[in-house]
């Protein structure tokens, strides 16, 4: 009887404990949709933070460069969705990104400051390759071709025709 009443206020205390821990929760996640891209080809890296509704959140912001080797084209805008009834939301930004040199880059983890606290997301890696190109048949290469006119073709100029004689 003893140790019953003593786990049951252990569970309370407990259960109250998570519940008030939970309420508080920051997470901070950085995914990559391809790990592995061309060099000139472009990725996609996904920031997500979950936090409750109350908080304010700072979000890492880029210039034109991500890493030394890793360039940001675009920085979308900020998506924000209400969860719980309100009580959370979830931000959400993408950063689309290329590279133009072919080598292993270490992504470091994206900082968010919320309520001046700094939550860290996980690292990210991205494999940039570089085009195979086949030296053993130079053959199959061909040069630049010249400039070439374009055919004069009587139907791009129909309406141009018409219109001027209508009004003549």
């Excluded at 933070?49 to 304010?56: F, I």
């Excluded at 969705?81 to 040199?101: A, C, H, P, V, W």
């Excluded at 030296?135 to 006119?149: A, E, I, S």
Aim: charged residues 20%; contains cysteine; proline residues 4%.
């Amino acid at each position: 009887m003893k140790y019953r009443f003593f786990f049951y206020v252990l569970v309370c205390l407990l259960t109250s404990w998570s519940e008030g821990v939970r309420a508080q929760s920051v997470t901070v996640d950085a995914s990559i949709d391809s790990l592995e891209i061309l060099i000139g080809d472009q990725a996609k890296v996904k920031l997500q933070v979950s936090l409750d509704a109350d908080k304010r959140a700072i979000l890492p912001v880029y210039q034109d460069t991500l890493v030394t080797g890793i360039e940001i084209l675009d920085v979308a805008k900020l998506d924000t969705q209400l969860l719980n009834g309100g009580k959370r939301m979830m931000l959400t930004r993408e950063y689309t990104i290329t590279s133009f040199d072919s080598a292993l880059y270490f992504l470091p983890p994206m900082e968010v400051t919320v309520d001046n606290k700094v939550y860290k997301s996980q690292p990210l890696a991205l494999k940039v390759f570089s085009i195979p190109v086949d030296t053993l048949h130079p053959d199959q290469f061909f040069g630049q071709k010249t400039v070439t006119n374009a055919p004069l073709v009587w139907s791009d100029w129909y309406m141009a025709t018409a219109c001027g004689l209508f009004l003549i």
